[in-house]
């Protein structure tokens, strides 16, 4: 209550709690998302992320705890009106037209219609979907309609977003675009809630990540100490010009494991460095043509996998 | 903010909704099956070789007609909403459920009230004859949103599936409509008919186009009137609890 004022945080939940039936869905999630921030919130299928952004929406009531958006309870009208959401298997009105759904939007908002149509036009523009804007979605491409979608959630130019998996099992150039959108977002200002598993996506994008398995969190931190705090193993890629035997890589010293990926190699070790070094020796001594070598340290899959994976082993 | 600016806020958005839905379900096949369709057919059937006087058939015809479009929609709304994946996003708007389900009746009644003059031109061909369409008029208007209000009664229970609503209002559509006296004036009616008629609000709809057209109804016009509006009041309460019960449950 007293810090209303000088209150900079955009999301807050605590220890939040949902049952369905007997079933214990998200337990006693608290965590903090400071405005303007990017906030991932990760997790493996059926941990409870939908669950959660259901609640933060006011799409369902939680069981107990509490969840303020820009310190209004979530649900509270004046909580919806400063949130765009673009929810997990939303579509839009098929029936409709793509303008059509995005004035629908900014009138359930209560955009005046001059600004409604104003922004219309431009996230028409930007989402590469005018020249189809007068025809039913019915008619679009998967990636259109999902691209559509996020402008329907963007269109009341809300302060905080709400975004579950809005890139999952979209085409490339979709999912880059909807990435650039982001970014872009964040720049000016908005706080993004963003659940998602693909963890070069939230380490591209979020500022701050939450682990969840199995309705509980089970790490909050920045991409990149999550990532250097995983007793990973470290690796080194490799691709050659010409073929090599893995069993020949795997006698180099400091390799512990060799794995293949396609048409490269990639090699454990704890010692990144002097493997480096001894593969260009290697290469020079047999006169192999090297075409690419990285140094790979723990990424924010290893750190993901090794969050999640005891409770997830036996599924 | 005022509460009344609020409200009327909510109520634009309840009319945004509305229009939403008309622009969807117009063209669709419950509006045309059972606003048009449905009530003509069982219409004939029931009156051809029967020598009911037009001032008589037409308060019937209009009446079910009037019923069955009112509540051609308004039952499947939702579930159809859930089913396409467009509710979650529209209770994540800021509206209320009300708004929302208000929106729905609206659509729902706009299709009652705006279908209901094509009985009557039926009608007024026929040689009849309207002793007050103002009070005609203000009778269809509140009818077509009491019986918009009861087909959204229909769609509470939680099933995504319009076909299981749909089925579900057939159960309770074709009973109103056979106990309303649509086919028989009331007054011609047994007394256990009749008190079975006045359980449905379909009844004094019928009686008051009856008094209108044919001069005389069974009830006085105030009492149809106000049973109307009680049932109306009933209707959305029931409607706005139990969707607030079963709507978190679509999703
Ligand atoms: N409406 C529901 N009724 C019963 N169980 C549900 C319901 N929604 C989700 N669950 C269960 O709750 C768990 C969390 O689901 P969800 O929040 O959708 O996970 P996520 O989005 O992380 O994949 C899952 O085990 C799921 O099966
Ligand atoms: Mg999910």
């Known amino acids: 209550m007293g810090r209303d004022e000088d ?25 903090e998302v400071k405005t303007g921030q990017t906030f991932g919130f990760l997790g493996p299928n059926g941990a409870g992320k939908t669950t959660t952004v259901r609640i933060l929406t006011g799409v369902i009531n939680a069981d107990s705890g509490q969840a303020l958006i820009a310190s209004y309870p979530a649900g509270n009208l004046k909580a919806k009106q400063i949130t765009g959401v673009l929810p997990e298997t939303a579509n839009a009105y098929v029936d409709l037209s ?81 990435k650039i959108m982001l970014q872009k977002l964040n720049r000016y200002g908005k706080t993004i809630f963003l659940t998602t598993h693909d963890m070069d996506e939230a380490n591209q994008l979020c500022d701050q990540v939450a682990i969840i398995n199995k309705g509980k969190i089970v790490a909050i931190d920045t991409p990149e100490r999550l990532r250097l705090a995983t007793k990973g193993r470290h690796s080194v890629e490799i691709s050659f010009q010409g073929s090599v035997k893995p069993e020949t890589l795997a006698q180099l010293s400091g390799v512990s494991e060799v794995e293949r990926l396609g048409d490269k190699y990639r090699l454990y070790t704890n010692t990144p460095g002097d493997l480096a070094v001894t593969l260009v020796n290697y290469s020079a001594s047999v006169g192999l043509k090297i075409v690419a070598l990285n140094i790979l340290a723990p990424s924010l899959e290893d750190a993901f996998v090794s969050l999640t994976e005891k409770e997830h082993s036996h599924v | 903010m005022s509460e009344l600016v609020r409200f009327q806020q909510q109520f634009r958005r309840s009319l945004t909704i509305a229009r939403k839905d008309i622009q969807i379900y117009y063209a669709k096949g419950p509006v045309i099956i059972y606003g048009v369709l449905m009530p003509i057919f069982l219409f004939l059937a029931f009156t051809i070789g029967r020598s009911l006087p037009a001032d008589l058939m037409i308060p019937g015809l209009l009446g079910m007609i009037l019923f069955f479009t009112a509540t051609a929609v308004s ?48 009608g007024l061909t026929l040689g009849i004859t309207i002793a ?44 109103i409509v056979f106990m309303s006296g649509v086919f028989i004036p009331l007054d011609e009616l047994p007394i256990w008919g009749q008190n079975i008629a006045f ?50 449950r679509r999703i």
């Open chain 1, 7 to 31: 209150n900079n945080f955009a999301i807050e939940v605590s220890d939040l709690t949902k049952y369905y039936g007997q079933f214990l869905a998200i337990n006693k999630v608290s965590f």
């Open chain 2, 199 to 248: 359980i449905s609000p379909l009844t004094y709809f019928i009686d008051i186009a009856r008094n209108l057209m044919h001069g005389q109804g069974h009830l006085p016009l105030v009492i149809d009137f106000l049973a109307i509006i009680g049932f109306t009041a009933v209707f959305l309460i029931v409607a706005m609890k139990l969707h607030r019960r079963t709507m978190p």
């Open chain 2, 132 to 175: 007050s369409p103002g009070i005609l008029a203000l009778a269809i208007i509140l009818s077509s949103f009491c019986f918009a209000a009861l087909g959204n009664v229909f769609s509470t229970p939680p099933t995504n599936t319009p076909a299981t609503v749909n089925m579900i209002a057939a159960g309770v559509r074709f009973p």
């Open chain 2, 75 to 122: 039952p499947i709304i939702v579930p159809w909403e859930a089913q396409a994946r467009t509710l979650e996003r529209l209770m994540s708007t800021p509206v209320k459920l009300e708004t929302i389900i208000l929106g729905d009746i609206l659509a729902s009644f706009i299709f009652g009230a705006g279908i209901s003059i094509v009985p009557i031109i039926i």
């Open chain 1, 98 to 178: 793509g303008w059509r759904n995005l004035l629908l939007m900014a009138e359930l908002y209560g955009i005046k219609s001059k600004e409604a149509r104003q922004r219309s036009d431009d996230l028409l523009k930007e989402l590469g979907l005018y020249e189809r804007r007068n025809d039913q979605v019915k008619s679009y491409s998967k990636g259109m309609k999902q691209r559509l979608v996020l402008g329907m959630a963007l269109v009341s130019d809300p302060q905080i977003l709400f975004l579950d998996e809005p890139t999952s099992g979209l085409d490339v150039q979709s999912s880059r675009l909807m």
